[in-house]
């Protein structure tokens, strides 16, 4: 099993980024899938995470209102959309796949490589 976050890079404030995580190895359409991030000197901390359906999305409060989370099953990817970023939104992004309980990392099985994100004038 392979997850692979792509998209990352260098964005003034207020621009968006959408980073995008495809998965290989088996299919995840049933279960849930996240994004999670660790900014330097600080711990991971839960961004977003989908259902395996869809129906249901979750947000830290930080990032709500910003950031959308969704997947396309037919590709087995989740994506990240990142709208109106800010300085402290930069981070290593990761994104992991298969929890029973959505904001905690420790739950997740499957792990991908993170992306770097940065945002700066």
């Known amino acids: 099993v392979q997850l692979q976050a792509c998209g990352g890079g260098l964005v003034q404030p207020g621009c968006s980024l959408r980073l995008s995580c495809p998965a290989s190895?088996?299919?995840?359409?049933?279960?849930?899938m996240g994004w999670f991030r660790q900014a330097p000197g600080k711990e991971r901390e839960f961004v977003a995470a989908?259902?395996?359906?869809?129906?249901?999305?979750y947000y830290a409060d930080s990032v709500k209102g910003r950031f959308t989370v969704s997947r396309d099953n037919a590709k087995n990817t989740v994506y990240l959309q990142m709208n109106s970023l800010k300085p402290e939104d930069t981070a290593i992004y990761y994104c992991?796949?298969?929890?029973?309980?959505?904001?905690?990392?420790?739950?997740?099985?499957?792990w991908g490589q993170g992306t770097q994100v940065t945002v700066s004038s």
């Open positions: 989908i259902t395996g359906n869809s129906a249901s999305t």
């Open positions: 992991a796949a298969q929890a029973s309980i959505p904001r905690q990392g420790d739950e997740y099985r499957y």
């Open positions: 190895g088996r299919p995840f359409s049933r279960h849930i």
